[in-house]
């Protein structure tokens, strides 16, 4: 599995990822609010207990868990988890977090929804590493249960960029640092469908003060079925944006509802 430096640093990580920091960009500040509201969305529709396969922080758990539902977040960075439970205590809410692989599942008890949310599949590079992820998935569900994720669909054109070139891809207003542009280059391995990725954080004082490499998964929207499939599960709904947009060529997201497959 990859290990991202944005990971290894959760305060720089919550950084990129809160509403304050991105508000001047609407889009990606619309995306973060919906994320949150979706997945509140589908856990209340089964109520019972739930699962979030990488974590993080906690920035879908607390609002989950501030909902009423009891869901255990479960991690493989010990230092995203220590934020995640002073940001919970914090938020007046009791989570269980757990430092474990969600490749390797065995907790003993089902959850009536299995969320994996804002592309932490994808940090699943291979397809033994998927088949391994799913088929626990699949264990871990309660009858009626539902998976419920989301995933990039990838543009062909970012996937053709030219690796020696950046790319902006959003700018922070931070309240100590000031703008702070975030610059990407990327390089497809189009046999292993993997893209090697590279952020450069800046500011106008601090060029390139944090360099980030991380690697994602590339799923194709006709493979998707047949991986879930391969695990046990059926797709049942997929939309284009967590906003619940229908899914076309258009589409900037995989998002995803899949039940276990009747045996």
């Known amino acids: 599995m990859d290990d991202c430096a944005l990971y290894r640093d959760p305060e720089l990580y919550?950084?990129?990822?809160?509403?304050?920091?991105?508000?001047?960009?609407?889009?990606?500040?619309?995306?973060?609010?919906?994320?949150?509201?979706?997945?509140v969305e589908e856990v209340t529709k089964r109520g019972g207990r739930a699962l979030e396969l990488g974590c993080g922080?906690?920035?879908?758990?607390?609002?989950?868990?501030?909902?009423?539902?009891?869901?255990?977040?479960l991690d493989l960075s010990a230092s995203m988890l220590?934020?995640?439970?002073?940001?919970?205590?914090?938020?007046?809410?009791?989570?269980?977090?757990?430092?474990?692989?969600?490749?390797?599942?065995?907790?003993?008890?089902?959850f009536s929804t299995i969320l994996i949310p804002g592309n932490s599949l994808l940090h699943l590079l291979t397809i033994e590493d998927l088949r391994l992820c799913l088929n626990g998935v699949r264990r871990h569900l309660a009858p009626g249960g539902r998976l419920v994720f989301d995933i990039s669909k990838w543009d062909l054109r970012r996937?053709?960029?030219?690796?020696?070139?950046?790319?902006?891809?959003?700018?922070?207003?931070?309240?100590?640092?000031?703008?702070?542009?975030?610059?990407?280059?990327?390089?497809?391995?189009?046999?292993?469908q993997v893209r090697h990725v590279r952020w450069y954080l800046s500011t106008?004082?601090?060029p390139d003060f944090q360099v980030a490499d991380y690697t994602l998964r590339v799923i194709f929207p006709q493979e998707l079925p047949l991986l879930v499939?391969?695990?046990?599960?059926?797709?049942?709904?997929?939309?284009g944006e967590l906003p619940r947009q229908p899914f076309d060529s258009t589409s900037p997201?995989?998002?995803?509802?899949?039940?276990a497959a009747a045996a």
Not at 26 to 35: C, I, K, N, P, T
Not at 253 to 259: D, F, L, M, N, T
């Open 229 to 239: 499939e391969s695990a046990g599960l059926r797709l049942d709904e997929r939309y």
């Open 204 to 206: 106008a004082q601090m």
């Open 82 to 110: 220590a934020l995640a439970r002073r940001k919970a205590a914090e938020e007046g809410v009791s989570i269980e977090f757990i430092e474990a692989d969600m490749r390797f599942l065995d907790l003993g008890t089902r």
């Open 14 to 39: 919550d950084m990129l990822f809160s509403p304050d920091n991105i508000a001047a960009d609407h889009e990606r500040r619309a995306r973060v609010g919906a994320s949150a509201r979706f997945y």
């Open 159 to 192: 996937l053709t960029t030219d690796p020696n070139e950046r790319h902006p891809v959003l700018r922070l207003s931070h309240s100590r640092m000031g703008e702070i542009l975030v610059e990407e280059s990327s390089d497809f391995d189009s046999a292993a």
């Open 57 to 73: 922080t906690g920035r879908i758990a607390i609002p989950i868990a501030k909902s009423g539902i009891e869901i255990t977040g």
């Open 253 to 259: 997201r995989q998002v995803c509802v899949c039940s």
